[in-house]
């Protein structure tokens, strides 16, 4: 037997190449951006909150909860992840817009874990430990104020567009793309084609090659200043409303944290996931939704308004009831189910007031099946 077991290890040992596929022994350095719960970690009004509340809108909460999903994704599939924050609610050292919410940053808070905000202490980081992938992970803002209807995805790494400092940046970034632009759930205003990854230099404004930094590493963006190839990737907008009011709910953030693993994934040639998922968004089928706080893009998906405290039974294929999901009161309409076995599932859509319907759907493994119900008001032209 003990024999028999050698020459197993022995034969995995020889057909393994270097360079060895897929994500298992691979060190992954996530960077959730921003850290604690001041006005620099970028807080909007929510239609339920105002701005500043911990409730509302914080980028710095929002961008945690895709990491989060991405490190545990990307730890099942074997891989070491680092991350420079795990909680939310951290400011660098000296920070004149600390909040009673917020501590100073730590490189062990007393759990074992660090809770790095200062971009250059993570770019050092980064550079002495040398992980095999860096992704920086944000959501956007127009300059031109609040509410714009503007909504894209963003790759930006350290150099000009076309010409990466760190090689195999570029690379990455046109590998997760796709699966990261995988959302029928939001409003892109830009199409798939327009692929914006572009050095962060030429979109700044910035003169090539930049300001070095005290490792001697120039380009634009201070946690991209190091030597491993990397970027930082604006997700979606949240200055968009009705993007805003879906990065309220966790649930749809981890959704944007699996799409970063499939395209993390996808570059190490790893397996796909054995399970899938279904993530949806719930709305009326007859009426519009109009909020100061809810600009939306018209004649898209967005004009609809969103069920709030909806409920989604999911069944499995004998019709057995076995998870449900109760949509937020965010006005955003979403639902998920996360770790389906793949196969035949139907969906109960159920709402006070509105029409019950159902649907079935195939769930895929490594993939998700996404689904935009509409309801139909009772009554809804008897007055
Ligand atoms: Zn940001």
Redesign the pocket.
């Known amino acids: 037997m003990k024999k028999f077991l050698f020459s197993i290890l022995f034969l995995a040992i020889i057909t393994t190449p270097v360079g060895a596929k897929g994500l298992k022994g691979k060190v992954i350095y996530v960077n959730p ?2 850290g604690g719960w001041t006005v620099n970690d ?1 807080p909007h009004a929510t239609i339920n909150y105002e701005a500043m509340d911990t409730m509302s809108f914080f ?1 710095s909460k929002t ?1 945690l909860w895709k990491a989060l999903e991405l490190r545990d994704r990307l730890k099942a599939a074997g891989a070491k992840v680092i991350m420079s924050r795990t909680t939310n609610g951290w400011v660098s050292e000296g920070d004149k817009n600390i909040t009673r919410n917020d501590r100073f940053e730590t490189y062990d808070d007393g759990t074992g874990q660090q809770q790095l905000i200062t971009l250059f202490k993570i770019a050092s980081q980064v550079d002495s430990l040398n992980p095999d992938y860096f992704i920086a992970l ?4 127009t300059g031109g104020g609040d509410g714009k209807k503007v909504n894209y995805l963003l790759y930006m790494y350290r150099g000009e567009t076309g010409n990466d400092y760190a090689k195999g940046s570029i690379a990455r970034a046109r590998v997760a793309f796709p699966y990261v632009y995988d959302n029928p759930l939001t409003v892109w205003t830009t199409p798939d084609t327009s692929r914006y990854i572009a050095g962060d230099l030429t979109w700044m404004g910035g003169t090539p090659p930049g300001t070095p930094n005290a490792l001697g590493y120039t380009g634009w963006l201070a946690v991209l200043k190091h030597k491993v190839p990397s970027f ?1 990737v ?1 997700g979606s907008f949240h200055s968009y409303q009705p993007e805003r009011q879906r990065l309220m709910n966790r649930d749809y953030c981890r959704m944007e944290g699996i799409r970063h693993f499939r395209g993390i994934n996808a570059w190490f040639g790893g397996k796909p996931e054995k399970h899938g998922y279904i993530a949806g968004t719930i709305k009326s089928a007859d009426e519009t939704f109009t909020d100061s706080l809810y600009n939306y893009k018209e004649g898209t998906d967005d004009q609809w308004k969103p069920i709030n405290g909806a409920t989604v039974y999911l069944l499995d294929k004998h019709n057995v009831r076995i998870r449900h999901y109760r949509v937020d009161n965010e006005y955003n309409g979403f639902f998920g189910f996360f770790y389906l076995k793949p196969g035949k599932y139907t969906l109960i859509y159920d709402a006070p007031s509105y029409e019950s319907r159902s649907e079935q759907v195939i769930v895929e493994r490594d993939h998700t099946t996404y689904c935009k119900p509409r309801l139909h008001r009772y009554n809804y032209n008897i007055k």
């Open positions: 951006g921003h970028r980028e961008c944000h959501s956007n803002a930082l604006e």
